[in-house]
């Protein structure tokens, strides 16, 4: 079974940074393209990154272009954003996600999502 | 930035047909795919490549292209469809994903 479990959201001052991580089993990781989707409190979706199963490819959503970092550890089954610079409208469940479509990308799997508050 | 449209809000009777719309430029060259999510929970993909129906979805979920506008259609609504519904695709580069602005469907 495909488990994608998200860690190390928190409540976090405006400037300042996390690192999540989404830790995968049950499929071959490596063989995956991964990416964070979040959701701030009553909106709708917002695709923040995706990774390349290898890293080779690495997009940015231009709300965190330069802020943020996607990372992956093929080794260790792990996936990670590394948020720098926190503004309050990061604030927002992020969910990790399979990309499970070729020709296009979709998210077929999903974690259960972790929980960044940007308050002062 | 690339944006797809959806309306708000769809109502329907149980038993009936819902659609749900959404618009978006760069449609005709890229796939759409839709999610359902239900409150407190992770959004669930329920089609793909525009029409297609992932395993364990059930057959009244279908999905059509025309143009630049895509459609989810739920034929014979059921209670538990009740839920938000989001379409996803890409720019016209393939390379940035969006969401649609999302659309509620409330089973009266």
């Known amino acids: 079974e495909v488990q994608l479990v998200e860690s190390g959201g928190g409540l976090v001052k405006p400037g300042g940074s996390l690192r999540l991580s989404c830790a995968a089993s049950?499929?071959?990781?490596?063989?995956?393209?991964m990416n964070w989707v979040r959701q701030a409190p009553g909106k709708g979706l917002e695709w923040v990154s995706s990774?390349?199963?290898?890293?080779?490819?690495?997009y940015y959503a231009d709300s965190v272009k330069g802020r943020f970092t996607i990372s992956r550890d093929n080794a260790k089954n792990s996936l990670y954003l590394q948020m720098n610079s926190l503004r309050a409208e990061d604030t927002a469940v992020y969910y990790c996600?399979?990309?499970?479509?070729?020709?296009?990308?979709?998210?077929?799997?999903w974690g259960q999502g972790t929980l960044v508050t940007v308050s002062s | 930035s690339y944006e797809l449209t959806q309306p708000p809000s769809v109502s329907v009777s149980p038993g009936q047909t819902a659609r749900i719309t959404c618009s978006g430029d760069?449609?005709?060259?890229?796939?759409a795919y839709w999610y359902q999510q239900k409150p407190g929970q992770a959004p669930v993909l329920v089609i793909y490549?525009?029409?297609e129906r992932p395993s364990g979805i059930p057959e009244r979920f279908s999905g059509s292209s025309s143009g630049t506008t895509v459609t989810l259609t739920i034929s014979g609504v059921q209670a538990e469809d009740e839920a938000d519904y989001y379409c996803?695709?890409?720019?016209?580069?393939?390379?940035?994903?969006?969401f649609g602005t999302g659309t509620k469907v409330t089973v009266l």
């Open positions: 996600a399979r990309d499970d479509c070729t020709n296009g990308v979709c998210y077929g799997h």
């Open positions: 049950g499929f071959t990781f490596s063989s995956y393209s």
């Open positions: 990774i390349s199963s290898s890293s080779s490819y690495i």
């Open positions: 760069a449609l005709p060259k890229q796939y």
């Open positions: 490549k525009d029409s």
């Open positions: 996803q695709s890409a720019d016209s580069s393939g390379t940035y994903q969006v």
